[in-house]
């Protein structure tokens, strides 16, 4: 299986400051016949489903606010949340969907500081 | 708007066998590339992944619990089904289907959206 490694565990900031969350896959997750990496990543608030945010590494999803962006390539991928609002406090998770295991990271939890 | 909603027993025995439905509309399951998958969630930890069923009837299982489960489709009522035999405390957990978006002749999309999740707790 591929194995998804976000890093931090969690991370704590004031409103209004930028927040940064790595994902780091065991093996390449970068298809060659498209070049477009097989990489997702969801918000999930307490008590409710993962919401997709991020597919195929950068493209936001519609109604997505466009603080959140996604890059990297390859095995190593961020997910970036500009001018985080109250409202983005939440676990957010990396899934990888190039193979058939469709693998999480652990998860990062937002908080405010 | 597609949406999706996970039904089943809320309390089961160790050993017996789990029975979870997922009612969705909004999409249908025989439009080619569509699939709907099944995650599971333990409290505090990360989904994990289960099994999924494309539109052809093409299924993929989670390899360590493959010989446990079964997902089967049922286009005319809009329903999939994952059956889990052998329960233990261990899959106490929510259980999530989630739609998958696709493309002719292709495999391999993310999952969106999720139903709202099932809580399902194994204990006797």
């Known amino acids: 299986d591929i194995v998804m490694t976000q890093s931090p565990d969690s991370l704590a900031v004031s409103l209004g400051e930028t927040a940064t969350i790595n994902c780091k896959s065991s093996?390449?997750?970068?298809?060659?016949?498209?070049?477009?990496?097989?990489l997702s990543w969801y918000q999930q608030k307490p008590g409710q489903s993962p919401k997709l945010l991020i597919y195929?590494?950068?493209t936001r999803e519609s109604g997505v606010p466009d603080r959140f962006g996604g890059s990297g390539a390859g095995t190593d991928f961020t997910l970036t949340i500009s001018s985080v609002q109250a409202e983005d406090v939440a676990i957010y998770y990396c899934?990888?969907?190039?193979?058939?295991?469709?693998?999480f990271g652990q998860g990062t939890k937002l908080e405010m500081k | 708007q597609i949406t999706l909603k996970e039904s089943g027993p809320t309390l089961v025995k160790p050993t017996q066998t789990l029975t979870l439905t997922c009612t969705f509309s909004?999409?249908?399951?025989?439009?080619?590339?569509?699939?709907v998958g099944w995650f599971r969630q333990p409290p505090g930890k990360a989904p994990e992944w289960l099994a999924l069923?494309?539109?052809?009837?093409?299924?993929r299982y989670s390899a360590s619990l493959r010989s446990r489960l079964t997902i089967t489709k049922d286009t005319s009522k809009d329903q999939v089904v994952l059956t889990m035999t052998n329960v233990d405390p261990v899959d106490t957990a929510t259980y999530y289907c989630?739609?998958?978006?696709?493309?002719?002749?292709?495999?391999?999309?993310?999952?969106?959206?999720w139903g709202p999740g099932f809580l399902v707790t194994v204990s006797s």
């Open positions: 909004g999409f249908s399951l025989s439009t080619s590339g569509v699939g």
């Open positions: 195929w590494a950068s």
């Open positions: 093996h390449s997750i970068l298809y060659s016949a498209n070049n477009k990496n097989y």
């Open positions: 989630a739609h998958m978006p696709g493309a002719p002749n292709a495999r391999g999309y993310w999952f969106d959206p």
């Open positions: 069923i494309y539109w052809d009837d093409d299924i």
């Open positions: 899934q990888q969907y190039y193979s058939t295991s469709y693998t």
